[in-house]
């Protein structure tokens, strides 16, 4: 089944397979978060851990502070029902402080083009749910086309050179990865 993660014919490259089986999926313990920025997390209501698990992608990062920027990005791309969508995604979510290192003029540019806004969405998602033991393999293919490099250093985790503040959050369709820089595609 192929869902497309956005309305936009030009950004028809940024649709993936969806894993699907006739067996029914078995509830698995929630894994650990990691991340010294975990803390900054609600304890509990909106936002917190717990409530982040029971809700799409879209709809549980709209709950997070720090991910307000991200938030409306996704909304201007049209991309938030494909993300609540989604089924076993990965994605590496910039905070507002990562997308306030991009010069304004810059991120204006990248906004008001839908096509270029899509394209950098893309390079922040992977298909399935990556662990942080999956850090360790070097890296993943985005959804955009592109390759994002991981590495892992004691409990430092990266993607692309971006340090993850909290990351192996799950929502009902993905895990999240609250990173300190924007990915940027290459090429």
């Known amino acids: 089944m192929r869902i497309r993660l956005s309305a936009l014919p030009a950004v028809a490259a940024l649709s993936f397979t969806v894993l699907t089986s006739g067996a029914a999926a078995h509830a698995a313990p929630s894994p650990s978060p990691v991340g010294s920025g975990c803390g900054s997390l609600p304890k509990s209501g909106p936002g917190s851990l717990s409530e982040v ?59 008001g083009d839908k096509r270029a806004l899509a394209r950098l969405l893309g390079y922040h998602i992977v298909e399935g749910r990556k662990s942080p033991a999956d850090f360790k393999s070097g890296g993943f293919t985005t959804l955009e086309g592109s390759r994002v490099t991981t590495s892992v250093s004691g409990d430092t985790y990266k993607a692309d050179g971006a340090g993850v503040l909290c990351g192996n959050v799950q929502t009902r369709n993905a895990t999240l990865y609250i990173i300190d820089a924007v990915l940027k595609p290459r090429g």
């Open 53 to 111: 698990a029971k809700e799409p992608l879209a709809t549980a990062v709209s709950h997070i502070p720090e991910l307000s920027t991200l938030v409306a990005a996704v909304r201007k791309a049209g991309l938030e029902d494909a993300a609540n969508s989604a089924k076993d995604i990965t994605v590496f979510a910039p905070t507002n402080e990562a997308f306030a290192k991009i010069p304004k003029d810059q991120l204006d540019k990248i906004v």
